[in-house]
């Protein structure tokens, strides 16, 4: 999956902030740090589907990061994002 753009609407940002203290800027530093993308779901347009993008921030934060993927224009919109569960970690860990 080639990303080139990572757009965090305004809306989704607030939600992040107040629901899960995460802050855009960690979304992108786990999207562009190399993640290990899982298929989530369909998206609601042909060919736009949901990706959960787990990874690490700068700061060694673990994220889960859930985006809607466009590849015409390699653009990832930040959907929604928290830390990751035990499970996720350990996981994550072993590969």
């Not at 989530?40 to 959960?52: L, P, S």
């Given at each position: ?27 992108r530093q786990v999207v562009f740090n190399k993640p290990r993308f899982r ?27 859930f985006i809607i993927y466009k590849p015409t224009t ?22």
């Open positions: 999956m080639q990303i080139e753009y990572i757009v965090c609407p305004d809306h989704i940002e607030e939600k992040l902030d107040s629901k899960h203290n995460v802050t855009c800027q960690e979304t298929f989530a779901e369909k998206g609601h347009t042909e060919g736009e589907d949901v990706y959960a993008a787990f990874g690490q921030t700068f700061g060694g934060r673990y994220l889960s990061v390699k653009t990832a919109i930040i959907i929604s994002a928290r830390d990751m569960s035990g499970k996720e970690r350990r996981a994550y860990g072993r590969k």
